[in-house]
Structure formats: C-alpha cells, structure tokens
C-alpha cells in the first residue's frame, strides 16, 4: 500500500505561482506512475497532469498546458506539479493519485489516493 500526503496549497493571485509536493510512503514510489487532479465545487475531478514512474514521460490536460509542470523525485519518494500563471479557475482541491498499471504508464484508474491540498487563485 502507497500512502500520499499533499502540500504546498494555498491562496495566491492570479499570475501567481505554487508548488505542490506529494510524499509517498509505503510501497516503492517508483514502481507508480502518478498523476495529480483537481476538483472544484460542484464540478468532477478530473486530472491535470501524469507522469509515467520512471519520469520520462508526462501528460498535461489542455486547461494548464504551458503553465503546470510535474515532475518526480523517485529517490526522494516525492511528486512536484509546480503552477505557473495561475487563474482563477485553477481554483480546486488538487489531490495527487498513484497508478498500479504494468507498464509504468499513468492508464486506467488510480489505485491510491492522496487527501488533497486546497489551491485558491483570487483575480
């Protein structure tokens, strides 16, 4: 079992800039492929960014394209998406997710979970 604790949310202009961290414990991080999503109120969760276990390869949804960047840490069992050029519909809880999947790649459904890091983006 992976457990995920989140970090580094808060309230920020829009424009502005925040780093979240994921920690990892339990099972080998880097056996997981991981990805981190958000979700706003009254809206579904959906992903933004994912990042295959060896970080070679990442994936970003449309709406943060050019602005979010994740990244891992395998040594240090740590996932990073830092934020740039935020807006205020950045505004979500973001939760990072890890993938049990054969081939490394972030497919199918997260099988763990993190409890999620409230990012708040004022205009």
């Known amino acids: 079992q992976v457990q995920l604790v989140e970090s580094g949310g808060g309230l920020v202009q829009a424009g502005g800039s925040l780093r979240l961290s994921c920690a990892a414990s339990g099972r080998t991080f880097s056996s997981y492929a991981m990805g981190w999503f958000h979700q706003a109120p009254g809206k579904e969760r959906e992903r933004v960014a994912a990042?295959?276990?060896?970080?070679?390869?990442?994936y970003y949804g449309d709406s943060v394209k050019g602005r979010f960047t994740i990244s891992r840490d395998n040594a240090k069992n740590t996932l990073y998406l830092q934020m740039n050029s935020l807006k205020p519909e950045d505004t979500a809880v973001y939760y990072c997710a890890a993938y049990r999947t054969p081939f490394g790649t972030p497919t199918g459904t997260p099988e763990y979970w993190g409890q999620g890091t409230q990012v708040t983006v004022s205009s």
């Open positions: 990042i295959s276990r060896s970080g070679d390869r990442t």
